[in-house]
């Protein structure tokens, strides 16, 4: 079970959050101008490295934050 | 037999105990399997798949042979503590699960310490003296009922033990955890302990490893006759149980450590057959003096005997005895290091498996770091300990070491096979796998351990391998022709088995999950409600009256909301509180339809999707002020939304100043559903003008009850028919449920009877007619698709695959025997397809039911290109019979909406 660092309750068991996927993905500000090749790509494409990963998580059993930290998918090290 | 003094066994203190009904004594601090060695019990149940005779092998979770039934299935006799009246059944390799419910209380604990010590041999107690005496939170765990491990197999160093057990007792912040098996090692440090009751789950800023190392097994012909055995158990059972399994012993070993066996037995050994061709001088030496042949380099090539070993062969001798002690080298119990995602390495100089990096915040000490020297167990583990507790800001210093001789440890010189019978070299004693099995896999193509374990079974049964793990890749090694062994098998938890009951805990039977109930539950449960569960939620499902099935009293309920009027409660549906300058614009973002211009006062129904266009959940929404909204959920997805809407707000547009509360719990729901829907608020709200004039649908109104209660009335409805929904304070929900049934009108209604009237009037249940692929076009609710602003997920309604024609769309059926009811899920086929498989699907049944409005059945159901089906049949295969029915448009009753304002 990770370990996980809450910015605003500091460390705290995976039981704890939600897992939110790949940070740094953006909703596009304009879809409606988006080729469907390109909001495909949003919508189903998402990094899946072997070591460090920027991820989200959402601390929904306690503060209900959002906030992301990086991780490596290889020895679940939480990097920052 | 027992030894008439000596062990750690108290003689004062007699035992009765029945292996196979059979009575026998043993001693307080006895295990079960000493006990039986000491009544000259050494042959155990036959083996589980050739039935060869077996004898009990090892001292501890190793054990591979000594199985037992007791009050719980498959316990090893080497690990189980002997008590008063214990009655043991021999098993041959299968335990029997005992169907009676468990009754003993199985409990958690969660805790955090500065450093744990696994392990409670001289190199965890060392560690954990170090560490302890820092005032850092300490733990030392160890599966064994007294701490000590290896001293107490070799007799050495005990009054420096007793001393170390006594202080460690003393230190406040130290806890010393026996009979507690450390058997899982996850993320950050985690690691779960097993008690025999108690299951522990323990955080820790630093982990010693202290486990030890296992002794491994010699493979020759008959290499699992009863009375052979571990060298390192002999010692044990010797030393610790003063309990002797053999008279005339020889000694079979690789590698230094049995020579301390043979030494401690010295008047009973004839003989050490040691593999290495030069053995330790001093070894040798000390051996002639004791009288006891070293034969060097040689190895026993098959044992003697039938029910018992009665000599062994070496080369072309042959020698008589009735035990042999074997030792194979050792391997380091890495098993918790490698679970850590520690990465281990091969190490010639040991042949063996160790330890290499580190993942975890750890340390690794003593025998489990292939350190066999008792001086060097030591300093590894004081240093440890030490430097775990200043890791985690404590200080101390390093002790003075108590005396241990130093040695140095000849390297072994390992035999992973000898020629001969392959069939008769067994590699794993629980699963009767032989050299030949081996060879049989190699044979077929396999190179990997991992492959060859499961084409073998090798390593597969209770003990996972513990003494024929190493073995295995011994052999896999030599057969290959290759240097050194490749690798292991993939260590996993548990390390040990561990029973379902203890880690189940107390959440079983109701306790298993939370259960939310609403303050009008009693009421319910007394009316003789029948209850679904939907999520935690425990909701009525239908109130039959005596003699009433399902059907009939759901037909009952339904009339009544149809006909005269009918009440539920409703107060599951999720509510989430929104409030902020930008709650509006942020619902406008988030519904398909448009909240910003709502009008205070005013409800709307809304529609969420997914980024992907895919209908997410549904609800109404009111305006209770100009920044502030109350937005209802389904009941099984209010915290899913509630966490949708955090998502949004704080990482897309964490510039709208807007917040949401979880608020489902603070309102209760009473749904008042019917033509006479507004007598019953005449007495309940007597001053509430609730004509359809004055109360226009799809509003609200906060007012008073009767009796002075606050009271949030809406009219929304969804059966079709006029309704009111009665929103009060919780913990006024039960008195004012009572005041509404005591007008006499209402008759209760549940779920089911809910389901039907929405179904009737084709109104979707989020999660069963739709399944996260169904977008609000599939369902006919464009007109819900606001062309004007942007929402989430609008842009994917441009997508091809939102425009295919053959998407599913949501439809109504009508089965063409008005009685047949389709069942729900049923898949449904054109008519005229050919049942040969793979049979084209159309769709399937998403929603089935019996209707009092309409006299029949009839269903919704979602099938590809579905509206340009309407007026044509379907069919439904099922097992025993083909229902045809014909494709309607979803909405069966009142479609001109002519009863709402009733």
Known sequence: MLLIPCPWCGDRDETEFHYGGQAGVPYPERPADLSDEDWGRYLFVRDNPKGRFEERWSHSAGCRRWFSIVRDTVSNEIVR | ?????????????????????????????????????????LEVAPSAYRQRPRGIFAAGVDEPNALVQLDDPMQLATTTELVDGLAAILLSGKG??????????????????????????????????????????????????????????????????????????????TRILTGTTAFGYYDQNFVALAEKHRLWHVR???????????????????????????????????????????????????NDAAYGTAFDLATRVSTIVDSRPEPPRELVRRA????????????????????????????????????????????????????????IRYDERVAAFVADKSVQEQHIVGAANAVYDLAGCLREGFRAGLEAAKRTGFDGSLPEAPYAATETVAPPTPVWFVDGPEDRQFVDLQRDATV?????????????????????????????????????????????????????????????????????????????????????????????????????????????????DRKTAVLRECRAARTSVAVMDASTLGKIDIQGPDAGEFLNRMYTNAFAKLKVGHCRYGLLCR??????????????????????????????????FEEWSQTEWPDLKVWFTSVTEQWATIAVVGPQARTVLSIVAPDVDCSAESFEFMTFRDVRLADGTPARIARVSFSGELA????????????????????????????????????????????????????????????????????????????????????KQLVGLLPVDPEDLLPEGAQLIAPDTSLAQPVPMLGHVTSSYHSAA??????????????????????????????AATVTEPIFYDPEGTRRDG
């Open chain 2, 1 to 41: 037999m027992r030894l008439p003094e000596g062990g750690r066994i108290d003689r004062t203190k007699p035992l009765r105990f029945t292996v196979d009904d059979i009575e026998y004594t043993g001693c307080a601090g006895d295990t079960l399997a000493s006990a039986m060695i000491a009544n000259g019990l």
């Open chain 2, 96 to 173: 029997r699960l005992i169907d009676t419910p468990d009754p003993t209380r199985y409990d958690k604990r969660n805790v955090h310490c500065d450093v744990l010590v696994v392990g409670g041999g001289p190199a965890g107690v060392a560690a954990a003296l170090t560490a302890g005496r820092t005032g850092a939170r300490v733990i030392l765990a160890d599966e064994q009922n007294e701490l000590g491990g290896g001293l107490l197999t070799e007799n050495r160093l005990l009054d420096w033990l007793a001393d170390a057990v006594d202080e460690l007792d003393a230190l406040d912040e």
């Open chain 2, 204 to 254: 820790a800023k630093r982990v010693v490893l202290a486990t030890g190392a296992h002794e491994r097994p010699l493979v020759f012909v008959d290499n699992d006759l009863p009375g052979i055995m571990l060298s390192s158990a002999v010692r044990q059972y010797v030393n610790r149980y003063a309990a002797l399994p053999g008279e005339n012993i020889v000694v079979a070993t690789t």
């Open chain 2, 288 to 343: 002639q003096e004791l009288g006891i042949e070293v034969l060097a380099g040689a190895h026993v090539q098959q044992a003697l005997g039938t029910r018992r070993i009665g000599g062994v062969r070496v080369g072309d001798r042959q020698i008589a005895c009735d035990l042999l002690a074997v030792s194979g080298g050792w391997s380091p119990a890495v098993h918790l290091f490698s679970q850590s995602q520690g990465k």
């Open chain 2, 436 to 548: 030949a099995d081996v060879r049989r896999a190699t044979g077929a193509g396999m190179r990997s351990v991992e492959h060859v374990k499961r084409y073998t079974t090798i390593g597969t049964a209770h003990d996972q391998g513990k003494t024929a793990g190493f073995a295995a890749i011994g052999v896999i090694t030599q057969l290959l022709g290759a240097e050194a062994p490749q690798g292991t098998t993939t260590y996993r938890p548990p390390y040990t088995p561990v029973s379902f009951a203890l880690l189940a805990g107390r959440d079983r039977g109701e306790l298993h999950d939370p259960v939310r109930m609403t303050p009008m539950h009693d009421w319910h449960v007394r009316n003789g409600a029948l209850f679904e569960n939907v999520g935690q939620w425990k909701r009525p499902w239908y109130y039959p009256r005596p003699g009433e």
């Open chain 2, 611 to 644: 980024p992907d266009g895919m209908v997410f959940d549904d609800g109404v929404v009111m305006r209770v002020a100009e920044n502030r909204f109350l937005a209802t959920t389904t009941t099984g997805n209010a915290a899913a939304v509630l966490d949708w």
């Open chain 2, 724 to 807: 009111f929904e009665i929103n009060v304070d919780g913990r006024h929900g039960a008195e004012v449920w009572n005041a509404v049934m005591a007008t006499g009108l209402p008759t209760p209604y549940g779920t089911e009877t809910m389901h039907v009237l929405r179904a009737e009037k084709g109104y979707v249940i989020v999660g069963q007619d739709t399944d996260g692929t169904v977008t609000p076009q599939d369902l006919g609710m464009e007109w819900i698709v606001s062309p004007r602003k942007d929402f989430v997920g609008k842009r994917s309604y441009r997508r091809p695959d939102a425009v295919r024609p053959d998407r």
């Open chain 2, 854 to 883: 309409l006299e029949r059945t009839f269903a919704l159901a979602l099938v590809k290109g579905g509206r340009q089906l309407i007026g044509q049949t379907v069919l439904a295969p099922l097992r025993d019979r083909t229902i």
